[in-house]
């Protein structure tokens, strides 16, 4: 899981400790809103590819300047060009091949990596094996990468080898079904050994050098205000269209939007839902909706208070209005969600019908004030002492967020306090030092996950602490629950690990270890004149510009 808005450095340490832890045309499919002031959504995981060469395109970077382009040291949409992974993700979520044109399990505890031959960094020396081993041992070994959860049942001696000229051989302690999918992202992302090593700390910094196979080199990064990169011509996937791709970095939402109307930068993700109708009109690019993973919700914080009572978790889930919400929030662009895990995340899977049948049997979202109130009064909580709700200063969705929450609270007979905390302050909240979360019951978030597979998130929250449940700050324990996610990751057969995911879901959605608001989908601006990019939130972990190209 990613959240965003939050410190780099949070988000790599909450995935680190997790213990169990060419584009064509592609199908779209329409979701509708619930709310009659939006048309419904079509949405599209990737538009077809580009037909002609583009010299150069400007790309914003609505999330502002990296703090690094090295996989999993900071979370960016510059990387995924740069550093191709060993298998890739898909637009719709299917997993393909990568730098290794095979890469499976030969039996329960053995996984073959095959390397795709021919396949250089873009000084043009080859990916080796011992290239391939190195960048997998950086996570392996380090409890702090940010993708270290992937490789916890990797054997801790020599679990890691060179078997072939083209070949490596990882060793696993018990079967892990969440291996082979976290290659697609940056866990499976390949680096070069002999810069990376030269580099030390100052690889991939704007002071510092980084070496990938990825479609595009990087050329230059002035701090404060752009990245410039160039196609590599030699990749192995085919040359990029687009032979210079610049990125600008504009947090500002406002200025933004007014940017890409204006037609001086031609794309961004992650643009403003509130932008919707002035894209809407807009001469000089179009709005293109993606299915997503990503969520909005808020959640407990801390052992004792009434935010650790599930009752009155269950009695706000149940007062607030989720189409109002998506219609206010989102201005259209999400969709009612029951749980943690966004169906996208499974779309892929092989066993996608076992996911989607346990999720259809969860509640929907609903409004009950009766039920709602009926629950508060059974939490045997004071309601004279008021909630205090985390968020985010200067986000809009957020703040938002929290203006409905305390309006629903009101209905029912509780009261919400808002928190608004600077950006050293709110990401404190995610440390493991809880000093910063003594005073404050819930916190809001938003979320995603960028790779495929259902466990990356919900276990942050429904395991012990020690066991990867770093997000589990009330203390909930189930034995159901945590045999049925260690299940889930460890049965080699594809449906028994989904029937296994879907009874420990079962147990653990009901309690609202976080009270999911909405799903949201992935939001593209691109200009008129280009195609061709991934526009799902498989645009995290692919190379999205692949295929960028004029029409």
Not at 475 to 504: F, K, L
């Amino acid at each position: 899981m990613r959240i965003r808005g939050k410190a780099a450095a949070v988000v790599a340490a909450a995935a680190a400790l997790v213990l169990l832890a060419g584009c064509t045309p592609r199908d779209t499919e329409t979701s509708p809103t619930g709310d009659a002031t939006f048309a419904p959504v079509e949405l599209v995981d990737a538009l077809p590819a580009g037909t002609t060469e583009v010299d150069e395109v400007t790309w914003a970077l609505v999330e502002g300047e990296p703090r690094s382009l090295v996989p999993g040291a900071d979370y960016n949409f510059v990387q995924p060009n740069l550093c191709t992974s060993l298998l890739t993700v898909q637009p719709d979520f299917s997993v393909a091949a990568g730098i290794a044109e095979n890469a499976d399990w030969v039996d329960p505890v053995t996984f073959v990596i095959d390397i795709r031959p021919g396949v250089t960094f873009w000084d043009g020396s080859p990916v080796t094996p011992d290239d391939v081993v190195y960048s997998l041992e950086r996570h392996h070994r380090d409890i702090t990468s940010a993708f270290y959860g992937a490789f916890v049942l990797v054997a801790p001696e020599n679990g890691i080898e060179v078997t072939g000229d083209n070949q490596v051989t990882v060793h696993f302690v018990a079967p892990d079904t969440t291996f082979r999918d976290a290659l697609t992202g940056g866990a499976g992302a390949v680096l070069s050994k002999a810069v990376s090593e030269a580099q030390g700390d100052a690889l991939g910094t704007s002071g510092g050098e980084l070496m990938c196979a990825g479609p595009y080199k990087l050329e230059s990064w002035t701090p404060g205000s752009e990245i410039v990169t160039v196609a590599n011509e030699d990749y192995w996937d085919g040359a990029p269209l687009v032979k210079k791709l610049t990125y600008k970095f504009i947090p500002d939402g406002t200025t933004l939007t007014n940017a890409l109307l204006e037609g001086e930068v031609d794309g961004a993700f992650n643009v403003a839902p509130a932008s919707r109708d002035a894209f809407a009109s807009s001469t000089s690019g179009q709005l293109v909706i993606g299915p997503s993973t990503a969520s909005f919700s808020f959640g407990p914080t801390r052992e004792t208070g009434a935010g650790a009572n599930p009752k009155i978790r269950q009695a706000l889930s149940l007062a607030i209005d989720r189409e109002q919400y998506i219609a206010t929030v989102l201005h259209g662009l999400g969709q009612p969600q029951s749980t943690f895990v966004a169906p996208f995340s499974w779309s892929g899977a092989a066993a996608a019908d076992v996911y989607q049948a346990g999720y259809d049997a969860l509640e929907a979202p609903h409004v009950d004030l009766d039920a709602a109130k009926k629950l508060v009064e059974e939490s045997g909580e004071d309601t004279s002492v008021p909630l205090r709700l985390a968020i985010p200063a200067g986000n809009k969705e957020l703040s938002q967020t929290a203006a409905i929450v305390q309006s629903a609270a009101s209905q029912i007979g509780l009261a919400i306090e808002i928190d608004e905390r600077q950006a050293a302050d709110f990401a404190a909240i995610f440390l493991p030092d809880p000093g910063p979360r003594e005073s404050i019951d819930f916190v809001a978030t938003t979320g995603y996950t960028e790779t495929p597979g259902v466990l990356t998130y919900p276990q942050l929250f429904v395991l012990p602490p020690d066991q990867g449940g770093i997000f589990n700050w009330t203390g909930y324990a189930n034995a159901d629950v945590t045999a049925g996610v260690q299940a889930a990751r460890t049965t080699p057969d594809a449906d028994g690990a989904a029937e296994a995911y879907v009874g420990a879901q079962e147990v653990f959605a009901p309690d609202q270890l976080q009270v999911t608001l909405a799903g949201s989908y992935h939001t593209t601006f691109l200009g008129n004149d280009l195609t061709g990019v991934v526009t799902s939130v498989a645009a995290y972990a692919s190379p999205w510009a692949l295929r960028l190209g004029g029409k």
